[in-house]
């Protein structure tokens, strides 16, 4: 089936079979390998994507359901410029370790703090709870978020 | 000479991170090649049986099937998986690559199915039929110890496949003279390291170079690959095990497994590049299981709390088949019970039952959590009989600088390097203080035993040791590149720990140079003749101190060639940070002579053990009426010899704690009568979510530098887990301590919390 969406600010327009995953298409057929797959069936949040501006599961989502959406993965966060202060803060706290899980948390976290900027540390961990994270035991990865909150601020402020 | 840089130690982000945050790691599923296949194992879908015959023809027959290999295409024997550790008794438990005729756990392989696409892999897969007759399935400890049936008939007389003793002084004796003894039955539960990543490989064979490449590799590519080169009849030279980034390992991920051979053989076969990326579902059933421990075990003191001796039996259930390191956590648990504490009369006897359930391997700290959880319940179960305040009881008992090098039990039969190890320095009793200090037992202990708001309070404290530094032996090598970089070449493997900022720091601060001119290439074969991996919490210490001789050699050999050059003699040559600067001011610089070809390489034996200790205490609340139990502060504290990297060093330490909680609170492999398992996705393996274990806080001492190695280091990737067990069981046992509750089986989950506080119903 033809499919046309905007990944990563990009278009892409694709043929792929109905039975073909939003996370298998951008992997194999865009090369986007950020995006990881840890099991497949919604539960560990590895594979989570931007789809007009909310996380959704990559595994449970397929293609075809993308036409004509807008989507950003973890290599859209930064594009080709400096980190964004999110990526920055998880280096800063260590909030990752082996670096499999970190693609679906920052999306997470990404479309968490851009709604909400002034999210507190209970709502990032209950929001956070649909991402495994193996290494880290989260403790990180939530310091990381409420740190990176001021620059989502500054960037939802209109200019005064 | 002064060192004009400090990375070690000091504030160090980590240099893989940048490509991790932007998306840009390489796992093995983002690799590919120029006509790849794909591969799907079929396993059996029954525990224990006599496989009779495989049909494949209605798979063979789809387009864009282009193999499904069995047993009948393996040339001669099928080749046996095998051990790290090797011993007298466990030789015809190895694991066969494939089966054959007779199936032994659910999930063990029987045919692999190579096509076109991982989708048509899978389809085809659906369609190969296994005959198998079924037997009778060995679950528990009681039918394996029974030999109801024998898994291995006409080869072994029993289900025993190793019993390991750990004796020191003499325990009966000591026994005998006891003010006091506390004994009980234990148990912890069967589950899995669960790396976030599941595992794959990518085999590409080159017939006219008669090479395999296998990407995929983690842990120990260097032993894989003279496991492999024998399996396949090849030189070791002709077999190389590639590493790309790795999405964690804990001890699971990277041993030998069947798929190894498997998806080799079908390069092989087909003479196309095939890979296979394991899914969920499977690597519950495929990838090593741990911890599946019942114990019986007795602890004599004296009056005053002295542990005057251990004794008592263990039995591990190893599953259908012994893998490279399945006797790791076996024998690990007998010699490493006693722990921090002086001991000195030990007689314990581990007993290896083989079952048909998935084989079992190791987790972080294999058979140390287990053992952990054991004594650290005997000791709070003999302080409350003796009177004592169960900080006086481990506060008497710890070692002390004094007393190392201190020997632990002797295990027999001897598996290598390590069946006699002693503890290498410190004052133990340092990090239990610091730990207590930072957690406020002083205040925390008047809520201790006291319902507040519906929910039992309760705290504890546990102690531990971590063996690291595995040996024998770690290589590294070093080169100037032409930009005046420097390459680093190391042994060890990374499987996510930060391995490439650390081998940088310590190459940095002995070259002299800037972090950012080093660059650490790892893991693989294609870059060094020999080495190791990472494992046993060896990596910062082997590795390390590769890497560190490495640079030494390498400056020797730029003052050498410097030298040369400006004609004095090397003793006149000083050199800093790649400039030798010689006997009249005159500056070298490196561009100067790396023409000449600058080089060096080393390699770092050592065989004794590290052993970082510490102390981890901890504040639950147990709700009666559900069974839940919440952590609300955790302390560690560990004494690291040299902390080299704070950043990862702590995220080591606070990781293992939360995949401790996991461990006691939730995460199980249960198996029906039948021997299937009954866990096939994440949803019902219950590992720590982010609203689960939000209090966890450590710190690092580095008072007493081990001795074993020049940087001093000591192995601390496992520690962090190893208390855990004991810290919360005692917290939960001292919370509910009016009910006189023992909570002596893992995991607490709130069903078997509230069993505890319901017996009757």
Known sequence: ?160 | MNTPNTYIGGHVERVEDARFLRGAGRYIDDVTREGLLHACVVRSAVAHGRLLSIDAEEALAMPGVHAVLTAADVAGEIPTIPFRRPNPKIGPYAQPVIARDRVRYFGEPVALVVADSPELAEDAAELVLPEIEPLPAVVTRAASLAADPLLFPGTTEDNVAAVFTATRGDAEAAFAAAALVVGDSFSTQRQTALPLETRGLLAEWDADAQHLTMHGAAKLPFFNRRAMARMMDLPETSVDYVEHDVGGGFGARGEFYPEDFLVALAARTTGRPVKWVEDRREHFAAIAHAREAEAQVELALDASGRILGLRGEMFMNVGAYVRPNGMTPVRNCAQFMSGPYRVPNIALQATALVANKTPAGTFRGPGRYEGSFFIERLLDMAAAQLGLDRRTIREVNLLTNAEMPHPLAQIRPSDGSRAETSCDSGEYAEAFHRCLQAFDWEEKVRLDGRLIDGRYHGIAVSCFIEGGASGPAETARMRVAEDGGVEVYVGSSAIGQGLETVMAQIAADTLGLPMERIRVFHGSTTYLAEGWGSYGSRATVMGGNAVREAGLALLERFRALAAGRLGVGEGEVSVVGLQAVGPDGVVLELADIAAEGLASEAKFLNSDATYTNGTAAVHVAVDPETGRVEVLDYVVCDEVGRIVNALTLHGQVTGAAVQGFGSVFGEELPYGDDGALLVGTLADYLVPLATDYPRVRCLSLESYPSPTNPLGAKGAGEGGIIPVGGAVANAVASALRTFGVAPNHLPLSPARVWALLNPSE
């Open chain 1, 1 to 160: 089936m033809k499919i046309a969406l905007t990944v990563n600010g990009r278009p892409a327009a694709l043929d792929v079979a109905p039975r073909t995953t939003l996370a298998d298409c951008l992997r194999h057929a865009l090369g986007l390998t950020g995006t990881h797959l840890a099991c497949e069936h919604g539960v560990c949040g590895a594979c989570t994507i931007i789809v007009d501006g909310a996380a959704v599961r990559g595994c449970l989502t397929l293609a075809v359901q993308a036409d004509g959406a807008e989507v950003t993965t973890v290599e859209g966060l930064a594009g080709d410029g400096d980190l964004t202060p999110l990526q920055e803060a998880f280096r800063r706290h260590h909030a990752l370790q082996c670096g499999f899980c970190t693609a679906g948390i920052l999306t997470t976290l990404h479309a968490l703090l851009s709604e909400n900027p002034d999210v507190e540390a209970d709502e990032i961990r209950e929001v956070l709870s649909g991402n495994i994270c193996r290494c880290t035991g989260y403790i990180p990865i939530v310091e990381a978020a409420l740190e990176a909150r001021a620059a989502y601020r500054r960037a939802s402020d209109p200019a005064p």
